[in-house]
């Protein structure tokens, strides 16, 4: 373990996790970016709207995600997850998302909005980033560098300002490039964060087990996370695409298709009375 964070290298990681994390943060924003074209819509603010957004990109696609990437660290290491501290880590990026998605939808098209609620976005990215270390239980002290924590948050934030840019889009698919790109923000901090961490050797037994969630609990939690909020919300923003769409004009008002086809006729019938 000691040469796991003393010495980092990206093939420590298991790359299949930090694939997955990715896949997860991707389709949390997703669902995320769907759900919040609902945050202001004829000129007013929708707080359940946007209690919802932040909900699903602060939970999936910042804790669910990043809680991934720390098991891709940790796979096949005899860890354990502090259930308060993994709680505190669900909370911090979903309340500093509120403001944050606030900022971004509301107020993104006066200049210079968009950063600063992209930057709410980063101060909840960078609490759960920086209790990482006391969230997992392993076998000594997790000490961060704090350098390579500040890069990892900065090229963290940099990713979002440009994804949460794409996502007010009202084109389709910028918004699915958004997710895609957001969904690069959490492997990309955490990657370079773990890059900083050491572990220091203590005399302290580890206790696993006390109020502590195993690794396969873990899991459990994430999928069962991204299952109910991410599919939620793209239920609801599927559905608010729908509301969005025009609706088709009533059958009974088709006048003026009804006045062009009467003059044609008429047309017609005078060029029959001139051949004949």
Avoid: K
């Avoid at 694939?19 to 949390?28: C, E, P, Q, T």
């Avoid at 505190?88 to 098209?109: D, E, K, Q, S, T």
């Amino acid at each position: 373990m000691m040469d796991l964070f003393g010495d980092f290298r990206l093939h420590e990681f298991d790359l299949g996790m930090v694939a997955l994390s990715w896949v997860v943060a991707a389709f949390g924003a997703l669902s995320a970016f769907s759900t919040a074209r609902g945050i202001v819509m004829d000129g007013r603010t929708h707080p359940g709207w946007l209690l919802l957004s932040a909900l699903i990109l602060g939970g999936c696609t910042a804790w669910a995600a990043y809680f991934t990437g720390l098991m891709a660290l940790t796979a096949g290491e005899p860890v354990a997850f502090d259930i308060s501290l993994t709680l505190a880590a669900f909370l911090i990026p979903v309340i500093a998302f509120i403001p944050g998605m606030y900022l971004a939808w509301r107020w993104g098209h006066i200049p210079g909005m968009l950063p600063i609620g992209a930057v709410f976005l980063g101060v909840g990215l960078a609490g759960m980033n920086h209790i990482s270390g006391d969230v997992l239980r392993v076998d000594g002290r997790i000490v961060h560098d704090e350098f390579f924590l500040l890069a990892g948050t900065s090229a963290a934030v940099l990713i979002t300002i440009l994804a949460v840019f794409l996502a007010r889009s009202p084109r389709a698919l910028l918004r699915y490039l958004a997710a895609g790109i957001m969904g690069l923000a959490i492997p990309v901090m955490y990657v370079i964060s773990f890059g900083g961490l050491e572990i220091v050797p203590t005399e302290e037994a580890v206790d696993y087990f006390t109020n502590a969630i195993a690794p396969q609990l873990m899991l459990g939690l994430i999928a069962v996370t991204v299952l109910f909020f991410a599919l939620m919300g793209l239920g609801l923003g599927l559905s608010q695409e729908q509301d969005r769409q025009p609706a088709a004009a009533p059958e009974g008002d088709r006048s003026e298709e009804i006045a062009q086809a009467r003059a044609e006729i008429q047309r017609r019938r005078e060029a029959l009375r001139e051949r004949q």
